[in-house]
C-alpha cells in the first residue's frame, strides 16, 4: 500500500474510533458499517473532490425537490434497488411477499364496501380483484385491511392529476370472517417514474427506461399479524423484466383473465388472488 492509502486508512480508523463509544448498540453498529462502506467507496473509487462536491449538490438538489406531495428520496432510494432490498431483507417467511412502496402511498383513504370500484369509469377497463387473505396456517383472517391504490389509465395518480378526484383509485377494505375481499378497479398500466427532478438524471445518464411494471399497491395488515407493503403485477406487462425499482416478485404475478359470461357484467377483467399474513414478531 502507498503513502497514500496508508493515510486514507488512519481517516478512517480515527473516524471508527471517535464512534466506538456509542451508547445505543444499534446506533453504534449501524454508523461503524455506514463510515465503513462510506469510505471504502470513495478510497475504492479513488473519489475526486469535485465528484464529491457533485455528490453532495445531487442530494441537497433531491432535498429540495421534496414537498408534502413529491418524495424524491423514496424515488432515489428505489431508483438505486434500495427500497426493493430492504423490503426483501424484512419479508416474513411465509407470508406474501413485500415490494416497494413508492412515493405515491397516501394515508387516509376512504373505506369502501366489498366490491366497489375505487376509480372511475374513465380510469380504464374494469378489473374484479378478489381473493381471500389467511394466515399461514391456511386459516381465514377476519378484519384483515387491504389498504389499495393505483394509477389511472393516463400513467398518472390523483396526487400526480388536477383533473382526478381527490382519492381517486384509492380504498380501505376490511375483510369479514371468511378472509374473502374483492374490489374493483381498472387495469392498471404501466407508467414513468418521475424524471423531472434530480432522480430522473441518473436515467437518463444510464440509458434505463423509468417506466414501471403495471400493478395494484396494496398494504395488508390485521391485528396481531406483520403489515405487508406488496404489489399485484399483471402477468401480460412487457415491463415485468425491466421494473424501473426493481420491484417485480414472481410470487405477486397474476393473470388479469377476459372476464367470462358468469362474471358480473360491468367487469371487463378479473383476478384471483389470495394473501398471506403471518403472526406479529413483536
Ligand atoms: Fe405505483
Avoid at 434497488?81 to 405515491?104: H, R
Wanted: include cysteine.
Amino acid at each position: 500500500m502507498n503513502a497514500r492509502g496508508v493515510a486514507a486508512e488512519k481517516v478512517t480508523a480515527e473516524v471508527l474510533q471517535a464512534y466506538a463509544a456509542t451508547p445505543d448498540p444499534r446506533l453504534r453498529e449501524l454508523l461503524a458499517a455506514l463510515i465503513t462502506h462510506l469510505h471504502a467507496f470513495a478510497t475504492e473509487t479513488g473519489l475526486t473532490t469535485a465528484e464529491w462536491m457533485a455528490g453532495l449538490e445531487f442530494l441537497t438538489a433531491v432535498g429540495q425537490k421534496c414537498d408534502p406531495e413529491r418524495q424524491e428520496f423514496i424515488l432515489l432510494s428505489d431508483t438505486l434497488g434500495l427500497s426493493s432490498l430492504v423490503e426483501t431483507i424484512n419479508a416474513v417467511a411465509g407470508a406474501t411477499e413485500p415490494t416497494v412502496l413508492g412515493p405515491f402511498y397516501r394515508p387516509g383513504a376512504p373505506r369502501r364496501e366489498m366490491g366497489e370500484h375505487i376509480g372511475r369509469p374513465e380510469d380504464g377497463p374494469v378489473a374484479l380483484i378478489r381473493g381471500r387473505v389467511t394466515d399461514t396456517a391456511g386459516n381465514p383472517v377476519d378484519g384483515a385491511t387491504l389498504d389499495v391504490w393505483q394509477g389511472s389509465g393516463n400513467g398518472l395518480y390523483d396526487i400526480q392529476d388536477p383533473q382526478q378526484p381527490d382519492f381517486n383509485l384509492r380504498g380501505v377494505f376490511t375483510t369479514g370472517p371468511d378472509g374473502g375481499f374483492a374490489f374493483r378497479t381498472s387495469r392498471p398500466v404501466s407508467y414513468p417514474v418521475p424524471i423531472d427532478g434530480p432522480v430522473g438524471n441518473i436515467y437518463r445518464a444510464t440509458g434505463r427506461h423509468n417506466y414501471r411494471a403495471a400493478h395494484v399497491h396494496v398494504i395488508l395488515s390485521g391485528q396481531g399479524y406483520e403489515p405487508v407493503t406488496t404489489h399485484i403485477f399483471d402477468s401480460a406487462n412487457e415491463h415485468l423484466g425491466s421494473d424501473a425499482v426493481f420491484g417485480v416478485r414472481d410470487s405477486l404475478i397474476s393473470e388479469f383473465r377476459p372476464a367470462a359470461p358468469d362474471d358480473p357484467p360491468d367487469v371487463r377483467y378479473v383476478v384471483d388472488v389470495d394473501f398471506t399474513l403471518a403472526p406479529a414478531t413483536g
